[in-house]
């Protein structure tokens, strides 16, 4: 299988690319340009999509460029790339920046793809896109509910290659993934981690919350299905949510965690109301629904229509965090 790969030195990506490179696939990775971090068997195509998303909407404007030529051949493009969240975010409008990349761009890749005679286009999106909190899990049928520009982008990027899906009779793959932790995570989680490790007395030890997540294994493993025509026909044209299949509370992540770090936890058993309280009163309310809210997603349609299941559980996924970390 060929396969032509956006986001290759992203968190995502770089797994992505580990297990298409074990497996001998010919892989095609698009980026900036050139890195002497990816394996030599891969053909690097160099290229930025936001340099014409603003195309995405004239097909007939497309450029005929190097990335244009790399797709002839392709079975199937895999998009993992994106304008992710930016903490700080600079940008004097930032909804226009993430649609540029996120949905303009995307949807000038699908465009070339369906050109060139790409099957199938798998686009990595959000969990975002259903909302950011839950009473009861997501599936695939509620009503979504974008929560912010990040969210926005990928769902009227999501509409946008169903659109040309029912036009050029390319396959359509969309793929909601939660939280997504393992070897090399970033941000939050990867401060969580810190703290835990360093023994610093955390005031979580009481949060009765619910919160879906994937580890970095499953949510490749799942990709890699999704990619498969052959072992995934059922994938065409639809939505999967998924996640590792067990919900934990906050005080429980932060336990497992500790579990697999080889330390005692200690997490102090502080009311959650005040700490919302003291959030809000800080500026900091996105962060205490974080990690004081419920999110849950029944993914169940990734299991019952494609037959897949998680290939580790958290536990194993948190403990392999540890060792490649200590490896590194």
Request: aromatic letters at 6%.
């Given at each position: 299988?060929?396969?032509?790969?956006?986001?290759a030195?992203?968190?995502?990506?770089?797994?992505?690319l580990?297990?298409?490179v074990?497996?001998?696939?010919?892989?095609?990775a698009l980026v900036?340009?050139r890195?002497?971090s990816?394996?030599?068997e891969?053909?690097?195509?160099?290229?930025?999509?936001?340099?014409f998303?603003?195309?995405a909407g004239?097909?007939?404007?497309l450029?005929r460029?190097?990335?244009?030529?790399a797709?002839?051949g392709?079975?199937v493009?895999?998009?993992?790339a994106?304008?992710?969240h930016?903490?700080?975010?600079?940008?004097?409008?930032?909804?226009?920046?993430?649609r540029?990349?996120?949905?303009?761009?995307?949807?000038?890749?699908?465009?070339?793809a369906?050109?060139?005679?790409?099957?199938?286009?798998?686009?990595?999106?959000?969990?975002g896109?259903?909302?950011n909190?839950?009473?009861?899990?997501f599936?695939?049928?509620?009503?979504?509910?974008?929560?912010?520009?990040?969210?926005?982008s990928?769902?009227?990027?999501?509409?946008?290659?169903?659109?040309?899906?029912?036009e050029t009779?390319?396959?359509?793959?969309?793929?909601?993934?939660?939280?997504?932790?393992g070897?090399?995570?970033?941000a939050?989680?990867?401060?969580?981690?810190k703290?835990?490790k360093k023994?610093?007395?955390?005031p979580?030890?009481?949060?009765?919350?619910l919160r879906?997540?994937?580890?970095?294994?499953?949510?490749v493993?799942?990709?890699?299905?999704?990619?498969?025509r052959?072992?995934?026909?059922?994938?065409?044209n639809?939505?999967?949510?998924?996640?590792d299949g067990?919900?934990?509370?906050?005080t429980?992540?932060?336990?497992?965690?500790?579990?697999a770090?080889?330390?005692?936890?200690?997490?102090?058993?502080?009311?959650v109301?005040l700490?919302?309280f003291?959030?809000?009163?800080?500026?900091?309310?996105?962060v205490?629904?974080?990690?004081?809210?419920?999110?849950?997603?029944?993914?169940?349609?990734a299991?019952d229509?494609l037959g897949?299941?998680?290939?580790?559980?958290?536990?194993e996924?948190?403990e392999r965090?540890?060792?490649d970390?200590a490896?590194?």
């Open positions: 299988m060929n396969v032509f790969l956006t986001g030195t992203g968190f995502v990506g770089t797994a992505l580990a297990r298409y074990a497996g001998d696939f010919v892989v095609r900036r340009q890195s002497n990816l394996p030599v891969v053909e690097q195509v160099v290229g930025d999509l936001s340099g998303a603003r195309l004239d097909p007939s404007a450029p460029d190097d990335i244009q030529q797709l002839h392709v079975d493009v895999v998009h993992a994106a304008r992710a930016i903490m700080r975010d600079e940008a004097v409008d930032p909804l226009a920046e993430y540029k990349v996120n949905r303009d761009a995307t949807l000038a890749l699908a465009r070339l369906a050109q060139a005679g790409v099957k199938r286009f798998v686009f990595v999106s959000s969990i896109v259903n909302g909190q839950t009473v009861k899990p599936s695939e049928s509620d009503a979504v509910h974008p929560h912010d520009a990040y969210s926005l990928k769902y009227e990027a999501e509409q946008g290659l169903l659109a040309i899906a029912r009779g390319m396959e359509v793959v969309i793929i909601r993934p939660p939280l997504v932790y070897p090399n995570v970033k939050n989680f990867a401060s969580m981690v703290w835990v023994g610093v007395p955390l979580l030890g009481a949060v009765r919350n879906s997540m994937v580890a970095l294994d499953n949510l493993d799942f990709i890699a299905l999704c990619a498969d052959d072992r995934s026909p059922k994938a065409a639809e939505v999967f949510l998924i996640s067990v919900d934990v509370s906050t429980e992540l932060l336990r497992k965690v500790a579990k770090c080889g330390v005692k936890s200690r997490l102090l058993p502080v009311p109301g700490m919302r003291a959030a809000k009163a800080l500026g900091k309310g996105a205490a629904d974080r990690l004081f809210g419920s999110l849950q997603v029944d993914s169940s349609k299991r229509l897949w299941q998680p290939v580790v559980t958290m536990d996924a948190l965090m540890q060792l970390g490896r590194s």
